[in-house]
């Protein structure tokens, strides 16, 4: 993701709430602008740019709903919507509007993450599809350039072992048995080659330096298969 893409405007009027967001959005190396009112929002939007917008929907002196209107007549920036229990008109008026997904408070600051990280991905996915580069803490993938670093060094992986881990990094957290990743890595639509997928974890787990006793990244599920996980994304 470039810089811009992590750059996040916050906007919430209140201060419990904004910092608390603005706080858990930073450890996860957000770069986050953190404005009070509908107002102070739309001059920073004019100012930068941003890969997302949090927008609250009840704000002081410009409302959510203007700033959202807004900013939807000149990008397509994706906004998720902050809205108190009881809004239920409005939030759905909100996704009218235009914003793309929204939150009803009280939230989970790892909940407002998570949507923030899969409208960010689906988001850059669709306007830059020459470039997908997905990061998992010291794990860097980069998709389309067919590289792989760890800690900043480049790791050199074969093609089966490059296809298997975006295959599996594209989904954490999503189980896939050994069959399915034959058919998605080797092409293979039959029975007899589960032990092959074994070896290029294994393989793939020396090359990234994931400990299988206790893994960073690729987890087996014994009995099914393998699975990837985040590791920025647990509490
Ligand atoms: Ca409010």
Known sequence: MNSDTRRILLVEDEKAIRDAVAAYLERENYWVTAVADGQEALEE???HSFGLVILDLM????SGERVCRAIRDSSDTP?????AKGEVEDRIIGLELGADDYLVKPFSPRELVARVRALLRRAHVTDEPQREVLEFGELTIDVSGHKVLVAGEEI?????????LTTLSRYPGRVYSRM??????LGYDFEGYERTIDSHVKNLRAKIG???REPKWLYTVHGVG????????KE
Request: glycine share 2%; net charge negative.
């Open 45 to 47: 939007f004019s100012r």
């Open 59 to 62: 704000l002081p002196r410009v």
């Open 79 to 83: 906004i998720i919507m902050l809205t």
């Open 156 to 164: 050199d992986l074969t093609a089966s072992e490059f296809k298997l």
């Open 180 to 185: 399915e990743l034959v058919e998605k890595v």
């Open 210 to 212: 994931d400990d299988p």
């Open 226 to 233: 393998y699975r990837f996980e985040d590791p920025t994304g």
